[in-house]
């Protein structure tokens, strides 16, 4: 009778492969000798991590995920290069992410791709729930006790007080067309009415500020072109400058505010360096793990199987054979 069984799968089988022959569908298409050779290129193994292979296929739908323009990362060799390297890290964390059971839920992937200002149809695309469920690993296994201290940011602060030291600072407008008449005239109406300084940037000026009335916000001393910062920082307040010439047209300046050189205070800072240790931190974490992954793992790089020249980071072409 198990026998009669094993008969019956066997046949059923047979007559679904059969079924699915069509007599009457057209031969196919012989391959071209260009498509073959693609196909044989995109099969090659150009990574190993114990006994997974990737190919130069996966390699390009990687990029295809992760960048709009595939051709335009192809047509640079020092950036496809940098993209393989990332293609590599991201296939190592992948595979220990692998060997963890890691449930992703639906609103977990909603907060991902607003996160990240994704699509939110891609709720179902793997390459999205690969990267929940690396995220929720790191978070798990790697960030959750990493913190910064109130010590270490007052250390940070005190080490480093000539960063929140601030110049002189302008909040500056700006008026900007290409004709030079255009700007005279422009000069003319506002020494009149210096009031219409906004009302005028939005009608005038090309500036891309000049929809918020001109407003560029607060430049430092010695942040702008010399000729600029010369005029910009001479303004009294509320007054409008002579016309200056640029490679962008010909501006009209105004200052609204002034702020002197001063210290900005722990406080005023504090969440600014508790943020920049905190990234170090976490950087620092994952170039350990990485490593300790590196070491790990049976990686193996086949650089001359890449469909393309690999250049090292130095910018130099790999020569391995």
Known sequence: MK???????????????NCGKDESAPPAKTETPEKKEQRQIDGKVILTINDKQFTNK?????????????????????????VFDTFVEHQIVMFQV???????????????LRE????????KDQTVIDGVKAQ?????????DIDVTDAEIREYY??????????T?????????????????????????????????QKESISRDA????????????????DMEDVVFALELNTISPVVTSPYGYHIFKVSKKKSERLLFLEKVTDDIKSKLLSDKLRWAYEDFLSQLRKQLKITIAYPALYFKYRSIEGEQNEIQ
């Open 3 to 17: 026998n009669l069984k094993y008969v019956s799968i066997i046949l059923v089988l047979v007559l679904c492969v």
């Open 58 to 82: 996966d390699l390009k739908e990687y990029i295809k995920t992760h960048h709009s323009d595939l051709k335009l990362i192809e047509s640079n060799p020092r950036a496809i290069s940098r």
């Open 98 to 112: 692998g060997l963890e059971d890691i449930p992703v839920i639906p609103s977990e992937i909603d907060t991902y």
């Open 116 to 123: 990240r200002h994704l699509p939110l149809d891609l709720v």
């Open 136 to 144: 929720k690993y790191l978070d798990l296994k790697l960030y959750k």
């Open 158 to 167: 005190n080490k480093n007080l000539e960063q929140y030291r601030k110049s």
């Open 169 to 201: 600072e302008v909040l500056l407008h700006e008026i900007v067309v290409k004709d030079r008449d255009k700007a005279y005239e422009i000069l003319d109406a506002l020494s009149k009415d210096p009031e219409r300084f906004a009302e005028i940037a």
């Open 211 to 226: 929809k918020n009335g001109g407003q560029m916000g607060y430049f430092e001393l010695g942040t702008l072109p010399k």
